[in-house]
């Protein structure tokens, strides 16, 4: 009898199209979470997000399952992804979209299957979404456009900077964008703007290796990059043409980026605590997969209407720093960080 509610319970709906087990902990819930991240450049989804994510979930319900799955930045191969994992019976969708509007048709092949789906630290765009977990994303840019003007006081009027976005798929990055040019728009000049497919750093080294010959005569004072693999792409594609070191913004405090913090080739990266975004995340899966109606702290227009949403605050970081927040919280431990070379610019930052 208890399979057989259980089962029942699987085709009610909550809030529209968000489905419900209505079964506790301790009755013996087991459910499958398909949690479909957009690629593995970035090192946070393989090193923080699903790791985060699938303890949590297995805290809260021991039983259930976490189906997880990378798209390898594919829209198309995360469409596929997305109709395996419910054709193989995922209870609530989990999804940081690789395109915000192509990721449309996943949210609507979960809603023909009475399946919630939540937008993790992406918006799907254009389409009713269940829920939204993210950051204050406009606010990343904002922290990265005042850092790097601090970084550049006097010179910000001495020169110009270097511009690059994150990937044009991604709604995300045009909040980064939007919340940067609001801070920086008349303050400095921008000697040449990109946008970084698949924010890829690549890319942004070709780019920036392209776009250098094309303003020799012009000082360039800085760099505004929206991520960390965007800002070492562009150092060192300065540095292989002999510039001198100058302010570089960044963002997803990976290691490698706080290392170059340290030694004074890239200014600042903001950090998102990504285990309080993951662990958020499974929790709500949790409470949806039990008819419990989830704590929304913000509602976020999507194009399709308004979201329920849980923001997060970001958090600016730069050398005198590193140790009161990344280290602090254990998102990064001093042996990783400090090994080798670094190990003396670590102890000079009160590190170890």
């Not at 690629?39 to 790791?51: H, I, L, M, N, V």
């Not at 497919?197 to 505004?224: C, Q």
Request: net charge negative.
């Amino acid at each position: 009898m208890r399979k057989m509610l259980a089962a029942l319970a699987a085709t009610m709906l909550l809030s529209g199209c968000t489905e419900a087990l209505t079964t506790d902990a301790g009755d013996g819930l087991d459910a499958r979470v398909a949690l479909l991240l957009p690629e593995r450049k970035a090192s946070r989804y393989e090193a923080g997000d699903q790791p985060y994510f699938a303890q949590k979930l297995a805290e809260l319900c021991p039983g259930c399952t976490v189906d997880y799955r990378n798209a390898e930045q594919s829209a198309a191969t995360q469409l596929q992804q997305a109709k395996e994992a419910l054709d193989q019976g995922a209870k609530v969708l989990v999804l940081t979209p690789v395109d915000s509007i192509a990721a449309g048709q996943i949210v609507t092949e979960a809603k023909n299957r009475n399946v919630p789906v939540i937008s993790y630290d992406r918006l799907v765009l254009k389409t009713p979404v269940d829920y939204y977990i993210s950051f204050d994303n406009a606010k990343v840019g904002a922290l990265q456009a005042a850092a790097l003007l601090q970084a550049l006081g006097a010179k910000a009027s001495q020169g110009e900077i270097l511009w690059i976005n994150g990937s044009p798929t991604d709604n995300n990055a045009t909040l980064f964008k939007q919340g940067a040019h609001a801070g920086l728009d008349g303050k400095v000049k921008v000697a040449a703007e990109s946008d970084t497919a698949e924010w890829s750093p690549d890319n942004a080294r070709a780019w920036t290796a392209s776009v250098l010959p094309t303003l020799r005569g012009r000082t360039i004072v800085g760099v505004y990059a929206a991520n960390d693999g965007t800002a070492g792409a562009a150092i060192a594609a300065m540095k292989a043409a002999g510039l001198p070191q100058v302010p570089v913004t960044g963002q997803d405090a990976e290691t490698a980026a706080l290392q170059r913090i340290l030694v004074g080739d890239q200014y600042m990266t903001v950090y998102k605590a990504i285990r309080t975004e993951a662990e958020t995340a499974a929790t709500l899966a949790d409470d949806l997969l039990r008819g419990k109606k989830p704590a929304e702290t913000a509602n976020v227009d999507n194009g399709a209407g308004q979201v329920p949403s849980i923001l997060l605050d970001p958090v600016t970081v730069t050398k005198d720093t590193i140790a009161a927040t990344v280290v602090k919280d254990g998102f990064v431990t001093p042996g990783a960080l400090c090994a080798g070379q670094y190990a003396d610019a670590c102890r000079a930052a009160g590190i170890g």
